[in-house]
């Protein structure tokens, strides 16, 4: 059989499609080698490594938005926008996650986080829940919303910064084929505003060089990540799997909006699942 890999695009809330997704995968006990992820990619990394369905949707879906990781109603309790401890400690003791099953599991993975001293990305694993747990805060640290997190004293920030889709990094790793979990509609690409721009130029232009002149040219990088992406499905190498409806927001705040973009992922999952238990074979 081939080694097959999966990787997972970020994008924020537009997550909770890659979810779906990958409940899907769950349900039909998809198995793959190895699982790369990225911002919102990482927390479906987990959910899919430790094979604990529904994880990541429970995570977004929350009915009290003053018990949210995101928005404004937490922020009283927070003061933050964006509360990171939240979602990766608060919520897997609220929810029952069990990382005995993730880090104990037979499946590679690696989050991706961008060292904001560098400018690079790296791609880290543990055995360790409670670093992975770090690890996972580092990949979905929004510039911007979010401080960089510190691991093993480097401080990083959202993988997607440097590395948006890791399909280079995957290939690179030795692997024969990809599953591609992308969150954007064909043709919709992300963009750096020139007020966001600014902003970073604010916040990191002094501090972190380096780190500011990759966000600068994020929307570059991206472009090629999914024309790579494309060319290498039609050699046969790569599935990919995108929303064909209109995406959510990056911080989508209304649930119906968010179910109905979770189970598009699920039954644009159904449509490809004969076809990647060949691509295994």
Known sequence: MSKVALVLEGGGLRGI???????????HEIVFDYVCGVSAGACNTIAYVGNQRGYFRKCVTQKNRFKSFYGVPQMIESRRFVDLDKLFYEYTDEFGFDFSLFTNAPIDWEMVVSNVETGKAEYMTTKDAEKCKKIGCASCAIPGL?????IDGQFYLDGGACDSIPITHTFDRGFDKA???LTRKKGNYSRVTDGQKLIFSRLYGKKYPKFYEALCKRSELYREQVRICEELEKEGKVIIIRPTMQEISRLESDEDALAMSYFHGYTKAKEFLDRIREFKE
């Open 17 to 27: 499609f890659t979810a779906g997704v990958t409940d899907c995968f769950m349900d």
């Open 146 to 150: 979010v401080s960089p997190v510190e």
């Open 179 to 181: 599953v591609v979990i």
